[in-house]
């Protein structure tokens, strides 16, 4: 099976698992043609790279897994979209206020766009990264316009969102993907925003909606409303501590994992009486925990997540109702009992079961899994294509002198040494002429030592993430919406 449309890869990075996908697009849906995940061990805490050599490892595995299932197998995958919703990633609200010279008013002219796209393009934060950028909003006179060129006002103010994280974190993924896999990193996009944009319906972002995310290491708190991005937090608690809250009943890891999704039952004490009968690890016997200790562990962590979660969405509903309510995803909210309480407190829980109409239900079987909803949301933003022909190595003919022809010996010890040229990668040599007139290619290997006579020229090389400092044009969308014309 082949595709003549541009293929997409993109990776989301998870505190428990590392997920894969590469897909089409097929009438401006996403269309799935291969998924992989690898368990992310300890290469990723709390979102976050913490272990870069094993975090290649585990990138390599799951390249390599993705290329097995390409179409085409003369392809491989080139350039990667990367997901991220580690901790510091969060929304900062920004304002461009501008009042006109008039005080009766002035048109808003090529101007004044300029001068506001001068201030946003020389925005910058210390220490962190912009990411993305939420779909902007223009204020003139208090009334909200799409398009401002041209309009009459004393004063107009552009509203948007700017999502950021630490540097330190964007630098640690390229160095995994450029420097370590030796891919191009096309984008770092925020996972929360692109898992909304392929799971949210538009009415519900119009109407106000949260989308919380109950990860491993993290969750995360997305609100959209009038169908724009209006904050985003990124709580560091998730399903994960539960576990670890567990091992301290003296369990192994394992264990606590299995009872967590198993046995726990959370928010209700009606099996608090109940015992659970565990085998040693030798085998030779049975202890005994009780389920009253294990529910009261849960239930509390529980607790302390939907406590924060809420208090997000209630700061934000002081100035604006969420018509739609809470939509939950991740692993964490399939604990039992979860859902019921959370409606207890807060009305209008659902659960994400399904992608919207932006990815393409019918053609693949593969869309029925929400887990790769952030690599399907990568691939819905994507515009490069990041699948091409791989590069098969030159074979070359080892230079051979014909039997029965003697070099001279001017020839053999006055040969001058070829020169020396420093470039970015291996230039093929001058095919040599034998002394018998035939044409013979050169061996050529980059692991030939230089000549004795020739001067060793150290040369430093320069990591490709400090050589390829990529700017993900989060500019752009700003841009745009001043003014339907283009604007140097």
């Known amino acids: ?57 585990k990138l390599k595995v799951l390249i390599d897994r993705l290329n097995e299932q390409l179409p085409d197998k003369h392809t491989e995958i080139k350039k990667v979209y990367v997901g991220f919703g580690g901790k510091s990633l969060m929304s900062r609200s920004y304002k461009i206020n501008h009042k006109m010279d008039n005080p009766d008013g002035e048109e808003i002219s090529d101007y004044h766009i300029n001068l506001i796209n001068e201030r946003v393009k ?14 902007p909003y223009c204020l003139v006179d208090g009334r909200v316009e799409r398009n401002i060129k041209g ?34 990193l096309e984008a770092i996009l925020p996972s929360p925003c692109c898992e909304a944009d392929v799971l949210l319906y538009p009415d519900a972002k119009t109407l106000g909606v949260a989308l919380v995310n109950i990860g491993a290491g993290t969750s995360s708190v997305a609100i959209y409303k009038n169908d724009t991005l209006k904050c985003l937090r990124v709580i560091p608690f998730g399903s994960k501590n539960i576990t670890n809250d567990l091992m301290s009943l003296h369990i192994t ?9 198993e046995s726990a039952q959370p928010f209700t004490d009606a099996y608090d009486d109940e015992i659970l009968s565990l085998s040693t690890p030798d085998g030779s016997r049975q202890r005994e925990i009780k389920m009253r200790d294990i529910n009261s562990l849960v239930t509390a962590r529980m607790k302390e997540i939907t406590a924060n979660v809420l208090r997000v969405i209630r700061d934000f509903e002081a100035g604006a109702r969420l018509g739609s309510g809470i939509v939950l995803a991740g692993q964490g909210s399939l604990m039992r009992g979860f859902i019921n309480y959370l409606q207890s407190e807060s009305k209008f829980v659902s659960l994400a079961r399904e992608f919207n109409d932006k990815v393409d239900k019918e053609s693949t079987h593969l869309s029925s899994d929400i887990d790769y909803a952030g690599c399907a949301g990568l691939i819905y933003r994507a515009e490069v294509n990041c699948v091409e022909p791989f590069e098969m190595p030159v074979r070359t003919t080892p230079t051979s002198t014909p039997v029965g022809t003697a070099k001279s010996p001017t020839e053999h010890h006055t040969k001058p040494a070829p020169e020396t040229t ?17 044409s013979q290619e050169p061996q050529a290997s980059l692991f030939d030592l230089p000549s004795v006579e020739q001067p060793h020229t150290e040369r430093s090389r320069t990591p490709k993430s400090a050589k390829r400092k990529k700017s993900f044009n989060w500019f752009s969308k700003i841009k745009d919406v001043l003014t339907s014309d283009d604007i140097e």
Do not use: Q, W
């Open 1 to 57: 099976m082949s595709y003549n449309e541009d293929l997409y890869a993109a990776i989301d990075l998870g505190s428990a698992t590392i997920r894969g996908m590469v897909g089409a697009k097929k009438d401006g849906k996403v269309l799935p043609i291969a998924i992989a995940e690898v368990p992310t061990s300890n290469a990723i805490r709390k979102g976050v790279v913490n272990n870069m050599e094993e975090l290649h490892n």
């Open 253 to 261: 890891y394992p264990e606590a994992e299995r009872i967590k999704l």
């Open 151 to 184: 309009l009459l006002c004393t004063e107009f103010s552009i509203h948007f969102n700017l999502i950021t994280t630490r540097s330190s974190n964007v630098n640690f993924i390229r160095m995994a993907i450029e420097d370590r896999l030796g891919l191009e």
């Open 422 to 438: 420093v470039t970015d990668r291996p230039v093929a040599a001058p095919a040599e002429t034998s002394s018998d007139g035939t």
């Open 122 to 135: 020389n925005y910058r934060l210390n220490a962190h990264e912009v990411l993305d950028a939420s779909d």
